[in-house]
Nanobody
Framework: VQLQAFGGGLVQAGGYLRLACSAS????????MGWYRQAPGTQRELVAR???????NYADSVKDRFTISRDNTMNMVYLQMNSLRPEDTAIYYC?????????????WGQGTLVTVSS
């Protein structure tokens, strides 16, 4: 499985960005897909996750601002980020988490940098 995230950039506070993650692998549609982020000097944290069936969960800090979605026909996962804040500045990583029945492994993309200026 290979994951490639893109769409990061520099945006002013209050602005928006849409991240995308391209995933390879014939069973990727069965994985739980997620976006994580890591700011300098902090641990990587979950931003949002979406199951193969479309159920989602979000970190409290991004609820009502970010939306995760997936297109299983295209093997793509998206993160729409609205009302961005300076504290959203981080490297954002795409993640694929396979259920135990499919090996139970996790895969990470290379990350895309999001910078929100005040």
């Amino acid at each position: 499985v290979q994951l490639q995230a893109f769409g990061g950039g520099l945006v002013q506070a209050g602005g928006y960005l849409r991240l995308a993650c391209s995933a390879s692998g014939s069973t990727i549609s069965l994985a739980v897909m997620g976006w994580y982020r890591q700011a300098p000097g902090t641990q990587r944290e979950l931003v949002a996750r979406i199951t193969s069936g479309g159920s989602t969960n979000y970190a409290d800090s991004v609820k009502d601002r970010f939306t995760i979605s997936r297109d299983n026909t295209m093997n793509m996962v998206y993160l729409q980020m609205n009302s961005l804040r300076p504290e959203d500045t981080a490297i954002y990583y795409c993640n694929a988490d396979f259920p135990r029945a499919l090996g139970g492994r996790q895969f990470w993309g290379q990350g895309t940098l999001v910078t929100v200026s005040s």
